[in-house]
């Protein structure tokens, strides 16, 4: 649709960057981050009855119930402001259902990206990811230290980083991920996610600057 707002749907396995890129994507396009994992986290820090039910999934690495997360997705969507800049849905949907809930409240992406990364190194990323409760930014010890002591002393792990609960998520990620890729195939790019963080970004940088000459092509010739 030509002049409306961009609307991107980002996926991949634990730790294969969605996170990061949102950062960068935000930062060039304005677009609303709306994370699904975020937003259950919060919940689960406000000790809501949902963050406590939602809990108890996240600690199995399993998929937290549709009740749950499909309607504080789809409120987060419905805001004014993912209406006005468009958005960037990271995390969701992650089963069919999921998929099927959205369309049906009218939300379609224009694009689907999915990161691709070998299996060893997302767990490597996982032990080594810090959280800045300050800023929010995502850290990594070694691929992507903290700038100064002060931010080095106040960074925080996730409940659910350790090797073991990795590996609960990604078997999670390996029983959905045919089904959610089935119904954005037309839409769908696969990004090399295996690379710097910042060549990862032009990858994606590429196809969102493709899309929007493709619109302003549609738009001048209507
Ligand atoms: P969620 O919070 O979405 O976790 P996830 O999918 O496991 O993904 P992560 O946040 O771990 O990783 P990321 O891809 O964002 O990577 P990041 O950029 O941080 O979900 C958590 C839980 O919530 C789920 O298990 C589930 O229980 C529940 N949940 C969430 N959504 C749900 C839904 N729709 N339905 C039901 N339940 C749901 O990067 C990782 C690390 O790698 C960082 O340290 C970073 O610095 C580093 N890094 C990033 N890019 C690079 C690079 N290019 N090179 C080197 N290092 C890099």
Known sequence: NPGEALK?????????GKGTQCELITQKYGLVHVAAGDL??????AGSDNGRQAKEFMEKGQLV??????MMVKERLSMPDSEENGWLLDGY?????????LKKFGFEPD????????????????????LDPVTGK????????????EIAARLTQRFDD????????????????????SMFKDITVKIDGNRSKEDVFAQIDGWLTKLLEQRKATSESL
């Open 40 to 45: 259950l986290r919060a919940e689960v820090a």
């Open 8 to 16: 991107i749907m980002i996926s991949g396995a634990p730790a294969s």
């Open 138 to 149: 995502i850290y990594h010890l070694k691929y992507s230290p903290p700038e100064t002591e």
């Open 111 to 130: 694009l689907f990206i999915l990161l691709e990364v070998p299996e060893d190194i997302l767990v490597e990323r996982v032990i080594g990811r810090r």
């Open 93 to 101: 949907p992650r089963s069919l259902s999921q998929a099927t809930a």
């Open 65 to 70: 119930p549709d009740e749950i997360v499909v």
């Open 162 to 181: 350790t090797e073991e609960k990795v590996k609960l998520r990604l078997r999670t990620h390996h029983q959905n991920v045919e089904a959610v890729l």
